[in-house]
Structures are given as structure tokens and as C-alpha cells.
């Protein structure tokens, strides 16, 4: 039963515009939420994460939306770049954080110039 | 600061070989470790993770093993190996305790013939 669940394998976008990366999860006790970064052969790279008790954060051109009723993130990337292409993966965490994180499946962004 | 290391970066081994692959993390202690693999075009499968020193939970069936002799080390290792070991291998940590990013290692590339 897959807890965290990113429903686009892939996304194309033209460098300039908005990327919108989705995630999803069933599991109503997360309370923190992470997005990583990872390009081909490298391991993947801390982007972004929210609390539970926040709805929105921003750093740079990075945003992550919370929406706990519907139990839904996204990413927002803005603008777009070439050097976004690469694979994002969002993650939950249980509040003791002892568990391990869970992780989606990943979503390849590709940013067309 | 906290870095984490793996070695080796690459390596081909043949069927029924022996593996090794280690972990070292600097900069904090009693981290919690992870073992990932990343098969080709493929997410993020959680192998083992430790909470403590000799302290292993395996996630998924395998002949691969996870050990952690030292407080910032984590060794996985494979009496004989699988041509379906192939793989991207990714050692990660994270503090104990809520609200903690997971930071992930370089990276191991193992190719088994």
C-alpha cells in the first residue's frame, strides 16, 4: 500500500514557466513533508520541507503548498530553469521521526529551453 | 558541518561474489542510517535502516545485509551475489526526533556480471 504516491511519472515544462510537481498520501498521522532533488547518478538532494502546522513555504524559487484535508502537496518551481531537470521526490515522516522517511515514486521534470 | 561518505563509487563484481559497500558519517552522532537502492528508472527502495549501534531493521527479504559496528558507520555487505543486486545504492542519515532532514550519500554504483 503505497502511502505517498506521486501520480505523474513526468512532467515537461518550457524554462521560464511555473513547474508544478504533485504528491499525495494516505496517512493522516505525517506531519512533516519533504521534497529532494536527484539527477542521474548522484544521490538525491535535500530541496524544500513543511510542518504539519504550516501551509506554505517558501525559499527562493522553491514553494511547497500544504493542504492537510486533502492530504495533498505540491512543489511550485519558479521560473523554471534547465538546471531543475532531474528527478524530485516528495516524503513523509511520522511525528517521532525515528521511522524512516516514506518516499513517492518520483516525478522526472523536464525544463525545455 | 555533517558529510556523509560511501565507497566505493563504482564497481562491477560477478555473480556469486562477495560485497561490501560502506557507510561513514562525520559532524553528529547517533544518527539514524539508511540503506536505499535505486534499480534502473526506478524510486527509492528502503533496504535497512539502524537507530543504534547493532540495532538493524531489514525491510525487504534479500541476500543483502546491513551492519553497524561504530556509532557513524554502516556497512552493507552480500555473501553471494545476485545479478538482480545491480544497482544505485544510497546510504542516508538523520537526526533522531521529529521535524530532521534525511541527507543522502554520493552514491554507489554496483554492476554485477
Known amino acids: 500500500d503505497q502511502q505517498v504516491k506521486q501520480n505523474s511519472p513526468s512532467l515537461s515544462v518550457q524554462e521560464g514557466r511555473i513547474s508544478i510537481l504533485n504528491c499525495d498520501y494516505t496517512n493522516s498521522m505525517f506531519d512533516y513533508f519533504l521534497w529532494y532533488k536527484k539527477y542521474p547518478a548522484e544521490g538525491p538532494t535535500f530541496l524544500i520541507s513543511?510542518?504539519?502546522?504550516?501551509d506554505k513555504n517558501e525559499d527562493g524559487r522553491f514553494t511547497v503548498f500544504l493542504n492537510k484535508s486533502a492530504k495533498h502537496l505540491s512543489l511550485h518551481i519558479v521560473p523554471s530553469q534547465p538546471g531543475d531537470s532531474a528527478v524530485y521526490f516528495c516524503?513523509?515522516?511520522?511525528?517521532?521521526?525515528?521511522?524512516?522517511?516514506?518516499f513517492g515514486k518520483g516525478t522526472r521534470l523536464s525544463v525545455i529551453a | 558541518s555533517q558529510t556523509i561518505h560511501q565507497w566505493p563509487a563504482t564497481l562491477v563484481q560477478p555473480v556469486g561474489s562477495p560485497l561490501s559497500l560502506e557507510c561513514t558519517v562525520e559532524g553528529t552522532s547517533n544518527p539514524n542510517l539508511y540503506w536505499y537502492r535505486q534499480a534502473a528508472g526506478r524510486g527509492l527502495q528502503l533496504l535497512f535502516y539502524s537507530v543504534g549501534i547493532g540495532q538493524i531493521s531489514s525491510e525487504v527479504p534479500q541476500n543483502l545485509s546491513a551492519s553497524r559496528p561504530q556509532d557513524r558507520q554502516f556497512i552493507l555487505s552480500s555473501k553471494k551475489l545476485l545479478l538482480s543486486d545491480s544497482g544505485f545504492y544510497l546510504c542516508?542519515?538523520?537526526?533522531?526526533?521529529?521535524?530532521?532532514?534525511?541527507?543522502f550519500g554520493p552514491g554507489t554504483r554496483l554492476t554485477v556480471l
Open positions: 516524503a513523509a515522516s511520522l511525528p517521532s521521526g525515528n521511522t524512516p522517511l516514506v
Open positions: 542516508a542519515w538523520r537526526a533522531g526526533g521529529p521535524g530532521n532532514e534525511q541527507f
Open positions: 513543511i510542518s504539519s502546522i504550516k
